[in-house]
Each structure stands twice: as structure tokens, then as C-alpha cells.
């Protein structure tokens, strides 16, 4: 079953406007939530993490929301840029237990328009 | 950016081959983690160490696939048989350890024939 989960698939935008890309999850052990943000050919690239102990997370124009009680983020990409079109991963792990591995959901494919 | 290094960046093998790819993990990093992507996306946890001792592993590493770190050489990730299924982009992340973020290389795209 999947553990982390990611909508929309695909998010379309304007240059300018802000994304707004979700991500839910089932685990109550989980207390980390990175994104990586992933081009073509290349690995993912951390954007932006944040711990369950806070619930918003601000780096530039990317701002993570934390709903802990509904097990709810999201990414909110503000000013998008064509630069920004890229996959977009939310993973989750439960740090200090299982080797801190990562669990990732399967990805919302952002494309920005100039 | 990542100075995580993974080599090679591509791989073809034929089914029942030999497939072994490395990484450096980077400077000072204890922790390597290995991950699959295959082409839906999908991401699965294969084996991480620390130092050069292995912290968890799935089911699938202990049959056909073998890992391991060596103090002062690449860790490496080999598939002893290969198969169709097997091909997906093999990603190597390194961490200080504890809550440290993983910080992934370039992965290596292994192709099986």
C-alpha cells in the first residue's frame, strides 16, 4: 500500500502564479518530510524539509505546510519560474527508527509556462 | 549541490549478467543508502550502511542483490543475475546520520535486456 501520496499527478501553471503541490500520508511514526525536486537525467535534489514538530517551513519561495493531525503538507511554490519545471517528491521517514530510510510518493510533474 | 558521485552513469546488461555500480558518498558522510526508481516513479529502500556496516536491508538485497562499503574504497550495489525487471534507476543518497537530510547522486540507469 502506499504510505506517502502526492496530487495532483501533473500541475500546469503560469509563470508568476503560485504551485501548489499536496502530499498526505498514513504513518503516525513519520516525523520528517523532505521534497526533492527532480529534473530529467539527473537525481533528486533536496528542496526543502521540514520536522513534525513545526508546522510551516519557509526557504525563499518555497513554504512547506504541516497539518499534523491530518497528516496532511503541502509545497507551495510562490512567483513560479519555467526553471521550476521539474518533478516534484515527497517523501517521509521516521528518524531514529528503521535506519532513517525514506519512503517516497510517486511524484507531481510540475510544468510552469512563460 | 550533492557531491555524492555515482559511476557508471549508465549500465546495459543482459539477463542473467553480472551488474555492479558504485558511489562516493560524500566527505564526512557515515550513512549510504541505496533506493530504485523505476519508470512509474515509484521508489524502494534496497539497503543503507553506516560506516561500513549494513543498518537494514529489504528481502530483495539478500537474494540476488549484494552491497557493501569498504573503508576507503567506493560502496557498491551488484546484481548478481540480472534481470528485465531489474531495470530502473539505481540512486545512491549519503547523510550525516540521525535526523541529517540524504543528499542523492546522479543514480545510475541500469538497462536489462
Known amino acids: 500500500q502506499q504510505q506517502v501520496r502526492q496530487s495532483p499527478q501533473s500541475l500546469t501553471v503560469w509563470e508568476g502564479e503560485t504551485a501548489i503541490l499536496n502530499c498526505s500520508y498514513e504513518?503516525?511514526?513519520?516525523?520528517?518530510f523532505p521534497w526533492y525536486q527532480q529534473f530529467p537525467g539527473e537525481g533528486p535534489a533536496l528542496l526543502i524539509s521540514?520536522?513534525?514538530?513545526?508546522d510551516k517551513k519557509e526557504d525563499g519561495r518555497f513554504t512547506i505546510f504541516f497539518n499534523k493531525r491530518e497528516k496532511k503538507l503541502s509545497l507551495h511554490i510562490t512567483d513560479s519560474q519555467p526553471g521550476d519545471s521539474a518533478t516534484y517528491f515527497c517523501?517521509?521517514?521516521?528518524?531514529?527508527?528503521?535506519?532513517?530510510?525514506?519512503?517516497f510518493g510517486i511524484g507531481t510533474l510540475l510544468s510552469v509556462k512563460p | 549541490n550533492s557531491k555524492v558521485i555515482q559511476t557508471p552513469r549508465y549500465l546495459v546488461k543482459g539477463q542473467g549478467q553480472k551488474a555492479k555500480m558504485r558511489c562516493i558518498p560524500e566527505?564526512?558522510?557515515?550513512?549510504v543508502f541505496w533506493y530504485q526508481q523505476n519508470k512509474n516513479n515509484e521508489f524502494k529502500f534496497l539497503i543503507n550502511?553506516?560506516?561500513?556496516?549494513?543498518?537494514?536491508q529489504i528481502d530483495m538485497t539478500e537474494k540476488r542483490f549484494s552491497a557493501e562499503c569498504p573503508s576507503n574504497s567506493p560502496c557498491s550495489l551488484e546484481i548478481q543475475s540480472s534481470e528485465a525487471g531489474d531495470s530502473a534507476l539505481y540512486l545512491c543518497?549519503?547523510?550525516?546520520?540521525?535526523?541529517?537530510?540524504?543528499?542523492f547522486g546522479p543514480g545510475t540507469r541500469l538497462t536489462v535486456l
Open positions: 566527505k564526512g558522510h557515515p550513512v
Open positions: 543518497a549519503s547523510s550525516l546520520g540521525g535526523p541529517a537530510e540524504q543528499f
Open positions: 521540514i520536522r513534525s514538530v513545526s
Open positions: 504513518d503516525s511514526t513519520f516525523n520528517y
Open positions: 550502511f553506516q560506516n561500513q556496516e549494513v543498518l537494514q
Open positions: 517523501a517521509a521517514s521516521a528518524v531514529g527508527s528503521s535506519g532513517n530510510k525514506l519512503i
